[in-house]
């Protein structure tokens, strides 16, 4: 999020949401013991009434350069851009009230947790994202010294565009794998290493290097936006350990059995979307001390930059000044578990 994605012109969907219904997945039991006897440990669970204690609300200025206003808490509480539902979904927001001139900035929301982290297993049950013209949302999880330390983003995306986006800014000498092409099997292999499309294999961020990172694009429309909504949601699941950094998508009805249970099992859920293996990218060499991210910019490096070709009306600043479309651009979380 602090750089530019690679640019997407993707087929669109209608702008549309859904109503929430309550899909509670708490934690049953604290330590898994897995096939490959490893265990994870479960060391925090930011769900419900108390979601909120564990983050701080974001108030600079949006780094892409987005049209938005990220209020503090008191006010995002204060005006229901922030709230917990009395079913325990957190719910994060874009202001949708307010008749703006086109150019302003947007109220909005980005919040980051208290706590870093230095690798393990995050378990994020979404039930619904934010999605429309202009909007940009992300959750994400990223170190100081940008690009030093390294940012992983996990669902991402702009517009009504279809598919999430994964991708990794670091510095240099961080890749996915050398040779694509070789990750890729057969139609039913279960072999292969992965399920999302290659859409670069440099990840080097920032400078000299641009901002596109390695990402890799999903490509189960039910990974972002009006689709995954309409299935409410699922689950993103990123495994950083010694071996690199796997995430993977699960829409609702096909979350695995043990992350329901509380005892998630990788070693059970089969190829992840994205995987950027050790030997390209060795997480100890880019990645330290992550603070988890969520926020919903407008407009900004990525959404305004791709905004003509997106089939939305207008200009993005336009799109920012009408309330209207931004009906849709809320956040409704079930929780966020970390285990190592």
Request: a negative charge; hydrophobic letters at 35%.
């Amino acid at each position: 999020m602090f750089s530019l994605p690679v640019l997407l012109i993707l087929p669109l969907a209608a702008l549309a949401g859904n109503q929430h219904l309550q899909s509670p997945r708490h934690a049953r039991s604290n330590v898994v013991k897995l096939r490959n006897n490893k265990q994870y440990t479960l060391t925090d669970k930011y769900a419900g009434q108390s979601f909120f204690d564990g983050w701080d609300f974001f108030t600079g200025g949006d780094p892409t350069h987005g049209n938005v206003n990220f209020v503090s808490g008191d006010e995002a509480f204060k005006s229901g851009l922030a709230f917990v539902q009395d079913d325990n979904t957190v719910v994060m927001a874009v202001d949708s009230q307010t008749k703006l001139a086109s150019g302003a900035n947007r109220n909005s929301v980005r919040i980051n947790s208290k706590k870093s982290y230095n690798g393990g297993l995050f378990i994020a049950d979404i039930f619904a994202m934010p999605h429309g013209c202009s909007v940009w949302p992300a959750w994400w999880m990223a170190g100081p010294d940008w690009p030093q330390n390294g940012e992983i983003d996990i669902l991402e995306g702009v517009h009504n565009q279809q598919f999430n986006q994964y991708t990794l800014h670091t510095a240099a000498g961080c890749n996915t794998d050398r040779n694509p092409a070789m990750k890729f099997a057969v139609p039913g292999n279960s072999s292969k290493s992965f399920t999302a499309q290659i859409l670069g294999t440099s990840c080097a961020s920032g400078g000299t290097y641009g901002n596109n990172g390695c990402g890799f694009l999903d490509t189960d429309t039910r990974s972002y936006g009006r689709d995954f909504n309409d299935i409410a949601g699922g689950v993103y699941a990123t495994l950083w350990d010694q071996s690199g950094i796997k995430i993977w998508h699960f829409a609702r009805a096909e979350i695995p059995s043990d992350i329901d249970a509380g005892n998630p099992n990788p070693s059970a859920w089969g190829a992840p979307a994205a995987f950027w293996a050790a030997s390209d990218c060795n997480p100890a060499t880019h990645f330290h001390d992550h603070q988890l991210i969520f926020d919903i910019t407008l407009c900004g490096d990525w959404a305004g930059a791709s905004y003509e070709g997106s089939g939305c009306p207008g200009t993005c600043t336009d799109a920012v000044a009408d309330p209207s479309n931004f009906k849709f651009a809320q956040w409704k979380i079930n929780y966020v578990a970390v285990y190592n």
